[in-house]
């Protein structure tokens, strides 16, 4: 099996796993499997981007994202394990990981776009459709934080 084939296998069990986490109800027992299969997902995605050369010949803008994948995800185990010492780790494990899940769509919208659309202007194709997935992440991230905390006020 190739790395190409594994990136590409894990990356569609991520936007499945993360998709279902983000649109479930927390904190039940399935949500921590398919948290489980998300990380899973998210950790074999990163390794394998850091074999992939084909598109720019070196480190490109997706190895950058990559990295910060990588924290994203470190960032949301760490407050699941240090939650008794944290404040709000909730609310931290809930927007890191929102992030993480946002920033894995706008990677597939970008690999989409110039992958399909052109390769001559990459880095406009990825700003663009990057750009658009993160703001409408952005959004939502926002208001599911508002809920989510005016929920636990009650």
Known sequence: M???IIHITSAIGALFTGTYILLSKKGTSLHKRMGYAYLFCMVAVNITAFSIYELFGGF??????????????IGGIYTILFRKRLKNWEIQ???IMCWSVVGLYAAFFSEISIRLLSVQYPFLWIGLFGGVTTSVGAFLIRKTK???SSANNR
């Not at 490109?60 to 995800?73: C, D, E, R, T």
């Open 2 to 4: 190739t790395m190409g």
């Open 60 to 73: 490109g803008v997706f190895h950058f994202f990559a990295l910060l994948s990588s924290f994203a995800i």
């Open 93 to 95: 494990h809930l927007e």
């Open 146 to 148: 508002k809920n989510h």
